[in-house]
């Protein structure tokens, strides 16, 4: 079981560029959420997906969209990037309660 | 709505136990416990689901208060491995989830 994946790694983007971030949830994981770790913070929850709807969401604005595929994979998408995006982009999937983390996406807006 | 945690750090010696609490100002679905070390992504622990509940893995064991709406975390005979940042999650009845303001924990041999 390869875990949650997360692609890419790293990524610079400049004020107002638009991202997407992808997410493989752990094989057999339905539920995906989407968290934004800024330095030395903890993780804020953006939203999360289930049977490809956005089930809940965070207090961000609506700048950051995402999307579910039928495989449970999922994009996070933020347009008109701002400095204050600047942060490491945690996927997690979840089954039964339990949520795993991928190794997240840094990003740094220029 | 951020659940508040204490203490926001603790230092120990190996082989010393440490408290770790979560308080929440919302009525509470669930609690969860996650340990994050540096550059990495948070690890889950275990979930409280009912008031009440304790749970256990290995060393680290936990209590959820609903009435109270805290969590607290227990570390028995720490060790090194135990080293890194320390966040509770939070459920609230409208499935919204939130992190708490961490707790750093160092072991020090």
């Known amino acids: 079981d390869a875990g949650v994946t997360q692609s890419p790694t790293h990524l610079i983007k400049t004020r107002g560029q638009q991202v997407t971030l992808r997410c493989s949830p752990k094989?057999?994981?339905?539920?995906v959420s989407w968290y934004q770790q800024a330095l030395g913070q903890g993780p804020q929850f953006i939203f999360q997906?289930?049977?490809?709807?956005?089930?809940q969401r965070g207090n961000f604005p609506d700048r950051f969209s995402g999307h579910q595929f039928p495989n449970y994979s999922s994009e996070l998408n933020v347009n008109a990037l701002l400095l204050g995006d600047s942060a490491l982009y945690l996927c997690a999937s979840s089954w039964l309660n339990e949520q795993f983390f991928g190794p997240g996406t840094r990003l740094t807006v220029l | 709505q951020q659940p508040v945690q204490s203490p926001q750090a603790v230092i120990l010696r190996e082989g010393e136990d440490a408290v770790i609490n979560c308080s929440s100002s919302k009525a509470l679905y669930s609690v969860h416990w996650y340990r994050q070390k540096h550059g990495e992504a948070p690890v889950f622990l275990m979930i409280?689901?009912?008031?009440?509940e304790q749970k256990g893995h290995e060393k680290i064991s936990a209590s959820f208060n609903e009435k109270k709406q805290q969590s607290s975390l227990y570390l028995t005979a720490s060790q090194l491995s135990y080293s890194g940042t320390y966040f509770c999650g939070t459920e609230n009845t409208g499935n919204q989830f939130y992190f708490g303001t961490g707790t750093s924990l160092t072991v020090i041999p």
């Open positions: 409280l689901l009912k008031g009440g």
């Open positions: 997906y289930y049977e490809e709807e956005e089930r």
């Open positions: 094989s057999g994981h339905d539920t």
